[in-house]
């Protein structure tokens, strides 16, 4: 799963460096990587309430990785899976080549 989500991260950086997302703002591949996540069988509107509450209290990997999943699933609860969702999203901010794109 790392290094899977490793190769994910280095790719986006090359491919878009910084791309938008769901807020309309310019964001990191960090930040559209989880937005990703979280877009999984979730309707738009959901997403984007979800990441604007995780971003607005978590907005680095370090921060992310060291955050209570319990805190993550209340979060992001407006998308559907946020259980499984926030596990993944913990796991993925803990791979250490998130803490030089974010």
Known sequence: MVDRAEKIIRLLGER???ALAYSGTEETPFR????TI???RTRDGNTAKAAAQLFGKYD????L???PV???EQLIRPCGFY?????TIKK???VNELKSIH
């Open 16 to 18: 878009y460096g910084r």
């Open 32 to 35: 559209v990587l989880i937005g």
């Open 38 to 40: 979280l877009s999984q």
């Open 60 to 63: 680095t990997p370090e921060k």
């Open 65 to 67: 990785a060291g955050a």
């Open 70 to 72: 319990k805190e993550v």
């Open 83 to 87: 259980r499984t969702k926030a596990r």
């Open 92 to 94: 993925t901010a803990n």
